[in-house]
């Protein structure tokens, strides 16, 4: 069967909520994030409210109606924000980098792709799609450094990491997309062995 990657915009993102739900179930539940399946359900209801965050954009890949893989994305609010993991990364980057490089900035926050469709090049195309609106080229995105076939998809795709690392227990780092013109001050290669 074929599957379809397309762009949705925030209205119609909830029609695939059932379907993002599992796909998140089975794409977190292996390390290095060993999520409880329940958390699926968390996150689909806080899909609700991001889906309402200026500048919001998510990709869905489909086989026939199964949801095979998505990604969501918004822009950064320019005063950056201080929950989740936001204040580790304004700590790491300080406050000069961090408005530079990720304020106003279009931001991955969820790539998933199914166990059973990975190796297809799925991840790269939501990827490609979900980013497409970055301003000025400038979009990102935090991930653990444990998070090997992540990083790689990452770098494959000219992805860089910010050589700063993260701190916190759970070993995260930043990454600038293929364009954000702050890629080369980033260090961190871009896995061309560059």
């Known amino acids: ?28 539940a292996a390390p290095p994030w060993n999520e409880d399946p329940a958390e699926a359900d968390v996150y689909a209801e806080r899909l609700a409210r991001d889906a309402l965050r200026p500048g919001f954009t998510a990709a869905v890949a489909t086989a026939g109606e199964t949801v095979t893989g998505f990604a969501t994305a918004w822009i ?20 000069a980098r961090t408005r530079a490089w990720l304020c106003g900035a279009l931001e991955v926050n969820e790539l998933a792709v199914a166990p059973e469709a990975h190796g297809g090049g799925l991840g790269a ?58 890629r080369e001050e980033a260090g961190g290669g871009d896995g061309d062995g560059r």
């Open 76 to 95: 950064t609010p320019e005063v950056f924000p201080a929950d989740r993991s936001y204040g580790q990364v304004a700590e790491a980057l300080g406050p």
């Open 1 to 28: 069967m074929t599957t379809e990657v397309r762009t949705v915009q925030a209205g119609e993102v909830i029609r695939y909520a059932d379907g993002i739900r599992d796909v998140y179930a089975s794409a977190f």
């Open 125 to 182: 195309a939501l990827l490609d799609a979900v980013t497409g609106p970055a301003p000025g080229g400038r979009c990102w995105l935090l991930t653990s450094v444990r998070a090997g076939a992540a990083l790689r998809l990452y770098e494959r795709t000219g992805w860089r990491r910010v050589d700063t690392p993260v701190p916190g227990k759970a070993a995260l780092v930043v990454l600038l997309g293929p364009r954000h013109p702050g």
